[in-house]
């Protein structure tokens, strides 16, 4: 995809979608090493006793090697001919997807970059010669006794939970709980942000892992206890059996809850950014074109009227003030870099829009969405106090809005007040001296009657006329931008989640292969087939479902902390997200599960 030069031109900026790819790429590579090195570990750890065997029969070190060398060679580099091959009709459905996301209206063809698939052998070639030397090191390093018992070392003894666990346990979830609420504590503690943020991360690690070495052994020990010695099918094997095996892999369980934690974590923030965007543009752009002075705006005008275009223009007039901290407007202003507890805040008059008439007491607070405003807190039916030097005014705030009268490149992003025309004119004559700038400024703007399109804008936008700022140009950028980071972010993402997985799928493979002869003295007890199914089945639950569930409410903490940088919405994306990642992280526990019953059927036949 990132050698298709013919959607890169289609963007509004190429250069922006070759930083993207580059970017994915190299986060990609990092996955597939990582992947593919624990996949072999697993793997070597898995044929241990063959292994051990074909020494045992005279095979020395270098043989064995060879044998592992011609068996990864054909295996690894025919999966590699396959994955070209599906890489390249995959490509086209991505970048398919990706110009829709992006609503770039596009033809693709079927370009076969030669440079990508060099690209792409090279990288696992490399990959190819990590193997080959994690191999030799896995059969130089192991003794030939500890291959034969190396299924056996890994597993954790079945010992009596203590005092020791009892409280470790416990300090796992607190250290959870705690990082939970600092993280909520992040937007009231501007000042100390930086160290307070290492502090939530540090304790959600850690205590994730504690949780998994510690918590979740002593929890379903005490489920255990709860049944009195009264233990089903069911118990043996789900409950008896994950207590220890989760104890055992607690720092890969740790891993993979991290990684799905920032996986949903990011493609929340990047979907959330991308739903937000028209709501973003609407709040900080009111009107279809702004201009920068009322020479541009006639120029304009007089353009539109002779292509035709019905429109309407407007000139709004605004000056600055300054407000108190105090009464309707609350927030930790200093912490945020002012010197006083005062907010500048552009202020126009209601005599200026149509259907707005505002007592002298009066006020309404609009373009609170902005950046400084999602760091203050507005209360309808209280006092908003205008200050200037020698001159103060309370006025009712009876109203507040997201979205702004004034265009950005008018209100400085700053909140927007309405006030009645004399007191529009009052706080003008005592404005602070310490604002600098115009007394007054001027917003000049047109709306398309029936609605702007890319052709009015195409036909408005030539390099020498005057400037202006365009709402449809403003989206569509805003729409790419946003659109590709949110490809990016999802593809890495459900790398990641293919990555753990994989893993975990793996490991019920491995485990299942172990238990086969449990399956066999469980029938020959009188347990059915049916009844054994059903005790993996909440092993998968719980397996599966730990991690998952701790990964969702780390990405939940983390997007809560923040989102509202990033967009005007935060339930629906990351409700989205979070059930998409479920489902197909669901899959690997169905898969697991599919796998478990037929080696059951196998063991009982």
Request: a negative charge; one cysteine or more; hydrophobic letters at 50%.
């Amino acid at each position: 995809m990132s050698k298709d030069d013919s959607a890169a031109d289609e963007l509004a900026s190429g250069t922006m979608m070759s930083t993207g790819f580059l970017v994915g790429s190299v986060l990609l590579i990092i996955i597939i090493v990582t992947f593919v090195m624990f996949a072999n570990s697993i793997f070597l750890k898995r044929r241990n006793t063959e292994l051990a065997l074909f020494q045992l029969i005279g095979l020395n070190i270098s043989k064995v090697f060879r044998i592992l060398l011609l068996e990864n060679a054909i295996i690894y580099f025919g999966s590699l001919i396959m994955g070209i091959l599906f890489g390249f009709l995959l490509s086209r459905v991505l970048l398919m997807v990706l110009l829709s996301i992006m609503q770039i209206e596009l033809s693709i063809g079927l370009n076969f970059s030669m440079e990508a698939v060099i690209q792409t052998a090279v990288l696992f070639i490399a990959i190819f010669i990590l193997l080959l030397a994690q191999n030799f090191l896995f059969l130089k390093r192991t003794k030939l006794i500890d291959m034969i018992t190396l299924d056996r070392t890994n597993e954790s003894d079945n010992r009596r939970l203590g005092t020791g666990t009892l409280i470790m346990g416990v300090l796992g979830i607190g250290m959870i709980a705690l990082g939970y609420y600092l993280s909520t504590e992040l937007v009231d503690s501007i000042a100390i942000i930086i160290p307070l943020t290492f502090a939530v991360l540090g304790l959600t690690i850690v205590g994730t892992y504690i949780t998994f070495k510690f918590s979740v052994s002593f929890l379903l020990n005490i489920i255990r206890k709860s049944k009195r010695g009264h233990v089903n099918v069911t118990d043996v094997l789900s409950l008896t059996r994950i207590m220890f095996n989760i104890k055992s892999n607690a720092f890969l369980l740790t891993i993979i809850s991290i990684i799905s934690a920032l996986s949903i974590g990011l493609m929340s923030l990047a979907y959330i950014t991308y739903y937000s965007v028209e709501q973003t543009v609407e709040n900080t752009m009111p009107r279809d074109y702004t201009f920068y002075d009322e020479e541009g705006l006639d120029y304009y005008a007089t353009l539109l009227n002779e292509a035709g275009v019905d429109h309407q223009f407007f000139t709004v007039k605004t000056t600055d003030a300054v407000v108190k901290e105090e009464g309707a407007i609350q927030g930790d202003l200093e912490s945020l870099g002012f010197d006083e507890p005062e907010l500048n805040m552009a202020v126009v008059s209601d005599a200026d829009f149509d259907g707005i008439s505002l007592q002298p007491n009066q006020t309404v607070i609009t373009g609170t969405s902005t950046l400084v405003g999602s760091f203050i807190d507005y209360t309808v039916n209280e006092g908003v106090t205008f200050v200037g030097d020698d001159y103060e005014r309370t006025l009712e705030l009876i109203d507040v809005e997201d979205q702004s009268v004034l265009s950005n490149m008018v209100s400085y992003g700053s909140p927007v007040a309405i006030v009645d025309g004399t007191v529009y004119k009052e706080l003008m004559e005592n404005r602070p001296q310490e604002i600098q700038g115009d007394l007054e400024r001027t917003m000049y703007a047109i709306d398309i009657t029936e609605g702007d399109s890319m052709e009015i804008f195409n036909l408005m936008d030539r390099e020498d006329r005057p400037a202006f700022a365009s709402k449809i140009q403003q989206y569509t950028t805003q729409m790419q931008a946003n659109g590709l980071a949110m490809f990016i972010i999802a593809f890495v993402g459900f790398s990641f989640l293919l990555t753990s997985g994989c893993i975990l799928y793996f490991k019920q493979v491995g485990e299942s292969e172990d238990e086969k002869g449990s399956y066999t003295v469980l029938r020959k007890l009188g347990f059915s087939e049916r009844e054994i199914i059903k005790g993996l089945s909440t092993r998968m639950v719980i397996t599966f479902g730990i991690p998952l569930l701790i990964g969702l409410l780390h990405a939940y903490f983390a997007v809560n902390a923040g989102w509202f940088l990033f967009g005007t919405e935060m339930w629906t994306p990351m409700l989205i997200v979070m059930g998409v990642y479920t489902v197909l992280y669901s899959i690997f526990a169905v898969l697991s599960l599919l796998y478990y019953k037929r080696v059951v059927r196998e063991s009982l036949n």
